[in-house]
């Protein structure tokens, strides 16, 4: 099992929809969780932090359940340029390193 | 300020040959990274340096062997090279190992090995 697992899609949405992604993490020592986002045939960068209380950037929401081990992401009034692969990625407390999933697709469709 | 960078970007290698991947930063950072990313496997670490003269495994180390020439730069090297390496090659750097969650990635190498 991947310790970090997440549906590959692809997610095919309209221009304005609210498209939600989810993934599950299996190393309960994973501390700290994080999306990134990768353009297509880009490196990754980071798009946001995810903190238990929930946080939100613009029309961006990650959300964390440590009880169920899963992270979230909610995208809202989705635009063109939101086309691209999101990756959720674990970083457990005794390593330090970060573990990706293996990303979902999202293309934004006029 | 450039980041990252990795040469070469594209490479095409016959089954055995051998060559080194070079990786740069300029952001004065502690911790370097080699990943390989395939499709439907995600982003798997093959080496790391947490600091300047330290080198260690990742998940994916067997085949590639690694140097950290200096706190800038961090080579990642095949010396056999075989089908199943055929990936794109992602190096990153951070300040600290484990010091929050942004790594700056390269550009990436795109190599093919038949």
């Known amino acids: 099992r991947k310790e970090v697992e997440q549906d590959p899609g692809p997610f095919n949405v309209p221009e304005g929809a609210t498209v939600a992604f989810n993934c599950t993490y299996s190393n309960s020592a994973s501390q700290s969780f994080f999306w990134y986002r990768q353009d297509c045939r880009k490196e990754p960068k980071l798009l946001m932090s995810v903190y238990s209380s929930g946080n939100e950037d613009g029309r961006f929401t990650a959300q964390l359940n440590r009880a169920s081990q899963y992270i979230s992401l909610l995208i809202r009034d989705s635009k063109l340029s939101d086309s691209a692969t999101y990756l959720c990625?674990?970083?457990?407390?005794?390593?330090?390193?970060?573990?990706f999933g293996q990303g979902t697709t999202l293309q934004v469709k006029p | 300020n450039a980041g990252v960078t990795q040469t070469p970007k594209f490479q095409v290698l016959k089954t055995g040959q051998s060559m080194t991947l070079q990786c740069a930063q300029d952001m004065n950072h502690n911790s370097m990274y080699w990943y390989r990313q395939d499709p439907g496997m995600g982003l798997r670490l093959i080496y790391y340096s947490a600091s300047e003269g330290t080198t260690d495994k990742g998940e994916v180390p067997n085949g590639y062997n690694v140097s950290r020439l200096n706190k800038r730069e961090f080579s990642l090297r095949l010396e056999s090279a075989a089908p199943s390496q055929t990936s794109v090659y992602f190096c990153a750097s951070n300040k600290i190992l484990g010091a929050g969650g942004e790594q700056y990635f390269g550009p990436g190498t795109r190599l093919t090995v038949t």
């Open positions: 990625v674990a970083q457990p407390s005794n390593t330090g390193k970060l573990i």
